[in-house]
């Protein structure tokens, strides 16, 4: 049993980047599973940890912690090495800047409850509901390539030539495009940084394939 | 002329709280306003310094910087008093987590964009866009509201007494409530703390009603 306690869904993008850090950062946790399909993340017992009934949320020694953007952050503060921020100012802010391009304006209006909302509310059936995830995808990652090919600091990852923040909301956002046939041929940059990512045994150990409660 | 430059609009949220973290550090910065409703922000001299096409861009002298909350994050890194974050990591991960609910989970569902493609997708009407702006912004500030009612660090501000960076998320989406007609009678404590930051003269200054392109 470690002190970490991550309640998560396998193939939640945001539970796919707090799994990345965790990984990286070498610390143990246990995986509680709770299927948004079943409904679990709404039950008492997780609103319990997390009034908002999303994933992840990390139980800490020091109680529970929702959002996965301040997790990682938390993580890199509290454990240090590898960071997932450079050194400098400039660099953090580039870097956060990049992974809020995923975190921001793509994911949280591809996540489930959206797309459930979209059917029970205006009828949209499959094929809308992935013409709409395509269509934030699509306007997200045209902006994060246009930035990552055009900016000096990029190198086999966002920032670099390790592995940062910005590069796990990238791999976990492509993992979940793959879900709704987005056509990365537009997105060279992106592709070969997720490679590199898939190529990094504890990024691909997040993946969720890879989970106790992938099915 | 300042050495640090806003590419914003009155009315979005997302520039609100960055003027209001600007004013609160203390620095000046010239406003360059982009109407949205007239589609100024995707012009090409817009999309040169954010390839997003979405506000606030803060340029500074080390380049262009889109995206809230790493603006203020790095202006907190930069310009450190008043801090933006607490001093301990456990107290910056709360309030990270806390602005997030709103930054991460109401506003990007809510942006103007998704509005607009609502209504040309799925012929929703205005009273169709009001529910569906109020329906994202009850579920989140539903858990705002349990958090910050709940946790003993909330004090005259969301963490404390001090204005920080959960601060300046809420009281921007209270602002923008107000045009969707939102009942904030179920969120005392949000609407308390709300009350406070309007009544900081740098908040107050940093609302749609006071900016030059306000109409």
Chains 1, 2 share one sequence.
Not at 126 to 134: E, I, L, P, T, Y
Not at 188 to 204: E, F, G, Q, W, Y
Request: aromatic share 6%; charged share 20%.
């Amino acid at each position: 049993m470690s002190d970490l306690a991550l309640h998560n869904y396998f193939r939640s993008s945001t539970s796919v980047r707090v799994r990345a850090g965790l990984n990286l950062k070498g610390l143990a946790y246990d995986y509680v599973p709770l299927s948004l399909l079943k409904g679990e993340h709404a039950h008492a017992e997780h609103m319990a940890l997390n009034p908002s009934g999303l994933v992840p949320t990390l139980v800490t020694p020091q109680g529970p912690l929702p959002q996965s953007l301040a997790i990682l952050e938390w993580l890199d503060e509290v454990h240090p090495e590898p960071p997932l921020l450079p050194a400098d100012a400039w660099g953090r802010a580039r870097v956060r800047s990049l992974a809020h391009i995923v975190a921001l304006d793509i994911h949280p209006l591809n996540n489930l409850r959206i797309l459930k909302h979209l059917e029970a509310e205006y009828g949209v059936d499959a094929a809308g509901k992935a013409a709409w995830f395509r269509k934030w995808a699509e306007a997200g990652m045209t902006a994060l390539e246009a930035r990552l090919a055009s900016e000096s600091e990029t190198g086999a990852f966002c920032h670099g030539d390790a592995v940062g923040l910005a590069d796990l909301c990238l791999y976990a956002q492509v993992l979940n495009n793959a879900r709704f046939d987005v056509d990365m041929s537009a997105y060279p940059t992106i592709s070969r940084i997720h490679d590199n990512c898939m190529n990094v045994k504890v990024l691909a150990d997040a993946a969720p394939a890879n989970q106790p409660d992938a099915v």
